[in-house]
């Protein structure tokens, strides 16, 4: 993987990004679509809670809270 | 009557602006055939009057969650849709916007959260927006009032583009070729409300936040709900109250059945509100002196935490330990809730994804969330014997809430989903909303509660007057005694518990149960069945079958820490 590409999980708490990939089903692209979470969107982590809690972001000034799984599965090209 | 819709996101004070347009006069209704529930109100229009609805917040018309199911359908049944937009995250909220655009409805645009939009370093030119959209849009602030009258006004210019139908991706495209041409967003600084906010969702700032927040609000519910029984309602019933139901008593022939039934059992020659247990006495003192306090001050910390945007945040903080008893940090709204009411609570689970959710969150609360009603009496009573015991009753049910949502979650089939939630920013609550819903809740607990408490004083009277209640003591003894070791008479306030667990621990009262039984009582009637409204909602959420595995796990749960807490003690 090219040393740039990461996942929200991986990322430094304060970093920025672009979203490149949603990698999962329907549903769970829909729903982050909904939220404004889509490839080419500018992003950074707000914080991480411990042991494989959520993950927050932030995407035009809103916040969104994301469950680890699901954080795994967004593949961003870090700044 | 015009039908008004406001539809938008969750969390862009589209709740500010329906209690600006309607005042405080609004009812909460289920959407038919499901526990959606949504507000409704009346608003002038010119002469005419028009309802408006405040329909559940939406992010997309292709559903993605049962409320934005209920949403398109109300969008259906509706003539004129005001669609509240966030000013300050233009680029998500527009997507819904433009979906609307596409629907055969007039649609005017307020463009809310607008005063934040400056220190935000936000500019939108209004003008441009208006005129790519085709409709009129109305800068508000809806906190304080800004652009309401500008709203109504505009609302007869609602014009209806239909834009033609198109993919998402597409959608996307033109909200971000909109956004670009009306908007500009010059740099700044964080502010201190935007390095708190981050600070809370932080595990260790985070924890911290939470458990002061949550210390701070136990402090002022004590504080408001002992000052009003205090100094309000004490001195009510016990100076101006008692001395006409001494006058009535006599009259009554100072005995006998009717006179048990209205006034009750005088004790001393004197009334007692809790003892005394008459329609009169304990039926009116009950609920509105020792519980409507409660009920009162702890909606209203609920309200201001929903408000000011804590609750999101508290749901992240507790995600983690959510998961261990099979539940995502969403779980913790409904469970804290349940501290209010469980009826409400076990309703509100219905935010929850998955029927395994639901099933675990609904019986966590029902056997292990007191709500304020019985935690006024746990105080109340158990809090005369010293604070050791009342942090004993409550310590245990804390316990028994992680014990068995351990179990539960190792033994319910299935898994359950992630949190994927939006996290609004700190917001001063707005004291219209936050009083409008403390307003409809408290109504809401007292047309609940007080037929079926004065139902209940009713039949335990007659019950008690025809010895039933002695029949069922003797039968189930040996387990009440034996396992429980309370005195049989401890019974009668176990089955009233069905009926309303405030009355029935108020029972406890006049058995002269010694520290260690009052803990083992009020435990035990806290974890055994829950009272007839929360069954009720209990069978309509969950079904007959799931119901049952409740209420099994339920009598098994009580009788297991009754048992052992009685060994402790």
């Known amino acids: 993987m090219d040393k740039e590409l990461t996942t929200l999980v991986q990322m430094e708490r304060g970093q920025r990004g672009t979203v490149l990939q949603l990698k999962g089903g329907r549903g769970l692209v829909n729903r982050l679509n909904a939220l404004g979470i889509l490839p080419g969107k500018k992003i950074t982590k707000v914080s991480a809670m411990l042991m494989r809690g959520p993950v927050t972001i932030e995407v035009d000034r809103a916040q969104i809270a994301i469950g680890f799984g699901m954080a795994k599965k967004i593949i961003v090209k870090a700044d | ?569």
């Not at chain 2, 006058?247 to 009717?258: A, I, N, T, V």
């Not at chain 2, 261990?324 to 994804?353: D, K, M, Q």
Request: glycine share 8%.
């Open chain 2, 1 to 569: 009557m015009t039908k008004i819709l406001l539809m938008g996101n969750p969390n862009v004070g589209k709740s500010a602006v329906f209690s600006r347009l309607t005042g405080v006069k609004a009812i909460v209704s289920n959407y038919a055939g499901t526990t959606v529930s949504y507000t409704r109100g009346q608003m002038k229009l010119g002469a005419d009057t028009a309802e408006v609805i405040d329909v559940p917040g939406t992010y997309t018309l292709e559903p993605t969650s049962q409320a934005e199911e209920i949403a398109l359908k109300m969008l259906a049944e509706g003539d004129i849709v005001v669609n509240v937009v966030n000013a300050t995250n233009l680029e998500r909220n527009l997507y819904l916007t433009l979906q609307l655009l596409e629907k055969d409805i007039p649609v005017v645009i307020a463009l809310n959260i607008w005063d934040d939009t400056k220190h935000l370093g936000i500019d939108i030119d209004v003008e441009k927006l208006q005129q790519r959209l085709g409709v009129p849009v109305i800068p508000t602030v809806a906190v304080t009032g800004q652009g309401i009258k500008e709203l109504v006004e505009a609302i007869p210019r609602a014009a209806s583009p239909r834009l033609p139908h198109t993919s998402s991706d597409k959608r996307w495209a033109a909200v971000g070729s909109i956004v670009e041409e009306v908007q500009r967003i010059r740099h700044r600084h964080h502010t201190w409300r935007e390095r708190l906010a981050d600070a809370s969702v932080r595990p260790i700032t985070g924890g911290i936040t939470a458990l002061v927040v949550l210390a701070a609000s136990f402090i002022v519910v004590r504080f408001i709900s002992e000052g009003l029984i205090n100094y309000v309602l004490d001195p009510l019933f016990n100076n101006l109250w008692a001395p006409v139901l001494l006058k009535l008593s006599p009259l009554m022939g100072g005995e006998g059945f009717l006179h048990n039934i209205v006034i009750g059992k005088l004790i001393g020659g004197e009334i007692d509100f809790v003892q005394s247990f008459g329609l009169l006495t304990s039926g009116l003192y009950v609920p509105l002196a020792m519980v409507l306090p409660y009920v009162i001050s702890f909606y209203l910390v609920l309200g201001m935490m929903e408000d000011t945007g804590y609750l999101p945040r508290l749901a992240v903080l507790m995600d983690n330990v959510m998961h261990r008893l099979g539940l995502h940090g969403y779980a913790i709204i409904p469970t804290l809730l349940g501290l209010g009411c469980n009826v409400p609570a076990i309703l509100g689970t219905r935010i929850l994804e998955s029927k395994r959710e639901r099933f675990i969150t609904a019986t966590l609360i029902s056997i292990a969330v007191p709500c304020a009603a019985l935690q006024a009496m746990i105080i109340g009573l158990v809090g005369e014997r010293g604070i050791q015991y009342v942090i004993m009753v409550f310590g245990t049910l804390f316990l028994v809430w992680i014990i068995l949502g351990f179990i539960l979650n190792h033994t319910v089939k299935g898994f359950s989903p992630e949190l994927l939630i939006e996290i609004p920013p700190y917001r001063l609550p707005p004291w219209r909303t936050v009083l409008q819903k403390l307003w409809m809740r408290t109504y809401g607990f007292l047309v609940e509660a007080i037929p079926i408490i004065l139902g209940a004083v009713v039949v335990i009277n007659v019950l008690y007057y025809f010895g039933v209640f002695d029949a069922i003591a003797n039968f189930t003894a040996p387990v009440v005694t034996g396992l429980l070791g309370l005195p049989k008479e401890a019974v009668t306030a176990i089955v009233i518990g069905f009926l309303r667990k405030d009355v029935a621990l108020g029972m406890l009262a006049p058995l002269a149960l010694t520290s260690g039984q009052l803990v083992v009582g009020s435990v035990v009637l806290a974890m055994f069945f829950p009272c007839i409204a929360t069954f009720v909602v209990l069978l309509r959420e969950l079904g007959v079958v799931r119901m049952l595995k409740a209420a099994g796990i339920m009598i098994v749960a009580a009788l297991a820490v009754g048992g052992i807490l009685n060994l402790i003690l």
